[in-house]
Nanobody, 122 residues
Framework: QVQLVESGGGLVQPGGSLRLSCKAS????????MGWYRQAPGKQREVVAF???????NYADSVKGRFTISRDNDKNEVYLQMSSLKPEDTAVYYC????????????????WGQGTQVTVSS
């Protein structure tokens, strides 16, 4: 069993910063790409940023220059540093990872965290 647990969400004023963390735990053989998605009320879930095992990153145009994704492979953690936050960044943020569980017959699968609320408001 593989679990992803996010932390770090909350209420912040426009222009402020927040740092999200996500830790993967369980029967993990290897973690491939890790990333963050978000879903605002009434909208579809969208990708925010992702990072590969070698550290290559990719960002949604809406967050480029404001958000930074990073990971600690030793700790099985991924982070999202969010700066210059805007009200339109308000959403539930989900951690995602492609994980190969332990097991001779296991295959890589997509795993999600439970989500953490980020609210940007004055």
């Amino acid at each position: 069993q593989v679990q992803l647990v996010e932390s770090g969400g909350g209420l912040v004023q426009p222009g402020g910063s927040l740092r999200l963390s996500c830790k993967a735990s369980g029967s993990i053989s290897r973690i491939y790409t890790m990333g963050w998605y978000r879903q605002a009320p009434g909208k579809q879930r969208e990708v925010v940023a992702f990072i590969t095992t070698d550290g290559s990153t990719n960002y949604a145009d809406s967050v480029k220059g404001r958000f930074t994704i990073s990971r600690d492979n030793d700790k099985n953690e991924v982070y999202l540093q969010m700066s210059s936050l805007k009200p339109e960044d308000t959403a539930v943020y989900y951690c995602h990872a492609v994980v190969l569980p332990h097991g001779v017959l296991s295959r890589p699968g997509n795993y999600w965290g439970q989500g953490t609320q980020v609210t940007v408001s004055s």
